[in-house]
């Protein structure tokens, strides 16, 4: 059985710093597009940060690109997010998901077949 659960999410100001963690069981983490998306209040699912693709390239959404960093332990299970310089608009409900295709460019849709419960972000300005 597959299970995702993330921790880390909280409150920070503007300009600080987290570091989310999604912790996995039931799938391997070399064979599965591992992704973080995020939803803000108002706002669809959107896919900020993945390794979606066979040479594990991490793709990144433009409005967090040098300030967001996704890597993997593979010992541990674990998927993590950093999120440094963070702004009032990274505030949302970050998901952490694992999807057995591929994508390229992008995240992909949110239609991941495994999805993490969710873990509150808010960033004051």
């Known amino acids: 059985q597959v299970q995702l659960v993330e921790s880390g999410g909280g409150l920070v100001q503007s300009g600080g710093s987290l570091r989310l963690a999604c912790a996995t069981s039931g799938l391997n983490l070399d064979r599965y597009a591992i992704a973080w998306f995020r939803q803000g209040p108002g706002m669809e699912r959107e896919g900020v940060s993945c390794i979606a693709t066979p040479d594990g390239t991490p793709y990144y959404v433009s409005s967090v690109k040098g300030r967001f960093t996704i890597s993997k332990d593979n010992a541990k299970n674990t998927v993590y997010l950093q999120m440094d310089s963070l702004k009032p608009e990274d505030t949302g409900v970050y998901y952490c998901?694992?999807?057995?295709?591929?994508?390229?460019?992008?995240?992909?849709?949110?239609?991941?077949?495994?999805w993490g419960q969710g873990i509150q972000v808010t960033v004051s300005s």
């Open positions: 998901a694992a999807d057995r295709g591929y994508y390229y460019d992008s995240c992909g849709p949110p239609m991941y077949d495994y």
